[in-house]
Nanobody, 131 residues
Framework: EVQLQASGGGLVQAGGSLRLSCVAS????????IAWFRQAPGKEREGISC????????MHADSVRDRFTISSDKSKNTVFLQMNNLEPEDTAVYYCAALREQCGWVYYGGKFYHTKSPEHWGQGTLVTVSS
């Protein structure tokens, strides 16, 4: 059974940090990319970070670049999202998702376009940033 277990959300003050974890099971971790998406109330879902486990390539949306870092521990089938200097605008439910082989994110005109959909989704973890 494929599972993606996201955790690490919580309440933090602006300027603070959190680290989200996504533990994967039920599929060959090295053959998938893992992405983090978030959805704030009343807003569309946004892809923010992705890592390709075959070569370690990472990408981050402009809204989080220089503040968030995605990394992978293949020995634990786990992807992390280190979030620093959090802002109230980062308040959202964060989801991890698995895409076969590559992220499929194409950067153009200041944003990423997603050329394919994830195969598997985890449950969300809520991040709330107070001002």
């Amino acid at each position: 059974e494929v599972q993606l277990q996201a955790s690490g959300g919580g309440l933090v003050q602006a300027g603070g940090s959190l680290r989200l974890s996504c533990v994967a099971s039920g599929f060959t971790f090295d053959r998938y990319a893992i992405a983090w998406f978030r959805q704030a109330p009343g807003k569309e879902r946004e892809g923010i970070s992705c890592i390709e486990n075959d070569d370690g390539r990472t990408m981050h949306a402009d809204s989080v670049r220089d503040r968030f870092t995605i990394s992978s521990d293949k020995s634990k089938n786990t992807v992390f999202l280190q979030m620093n200097n959090l802002e109230p605008e980062d308040t959202a439910v964060y989801y991890c998702a698995a895409l076969r082989e590559q992220c499929g994110w194409v950067y153009y005109g200041g944003k990423f376009y997603h050329t394919k959909s994830p195969e598997h989704w985890g449950q969300g973890t809520l991040v709330t940033v107070s001002s």
